[in-house]
């Protein structure tokens, strides 16, 4: 199994950008798929989840400003960022759960700069 996450780029703060993950090489059901970020000198924190079945979860501190979507046909999904602050500049990380046994695939990570 392969991630590929992309979209991230520089914006001003309150700006929008669209993150996808597209994963490859997946031969049993999606359990989940999440969006982590990780900021300069801190630790991996949990942005956003979503399930096969289409429920969402998001953390607080972007609950409103972000959206997890998802197109199970094609293993994409997206992290809509709304309303962008300097605080959300980070390398972001999609994952997806897979299978019975609950395996976690990562990808690459792609960077979001958000100038204020």
């Known amino acids: 199994v392969q991630l590929q996450a992309s979209g991230g780029g520089l914006v001003q703060a309150g700006g929008s950008l669209r993150l996808s993950c597209v994963a490859s090489?997946?031969?049993?059901?999606?359990?989940?798929m999440r969006w982590y970020r990780q900021a300069p000198g801190k630790q991996r924190e949990f942005v956003a989840a979503i399930t096969g079945g289409g429920s969402t979860v998001h953390a607080s501190y972007v609950k409103g400003r972000f959206t997890i979507s998802g197109d199970n046909p094609k293993n994409t999904w997206y992290l809509q960022m709304n309303g962008l602050k300097s605080e959300d500049t980070a390398v972001y990380y999609c994952?997806?759960?897979?299978?019975?046994?609950?395996?976690?695939?990562w990808g690459q990570g792609t960077l979001v700069t958000v100038s204020s």
């Open positions: 994952s997806a759960v897979v299978g019975s046994h609950l395996n976690e695939y």
């Open positions: 090489g997946i031969t049993s059901f999606v359990n989940a």
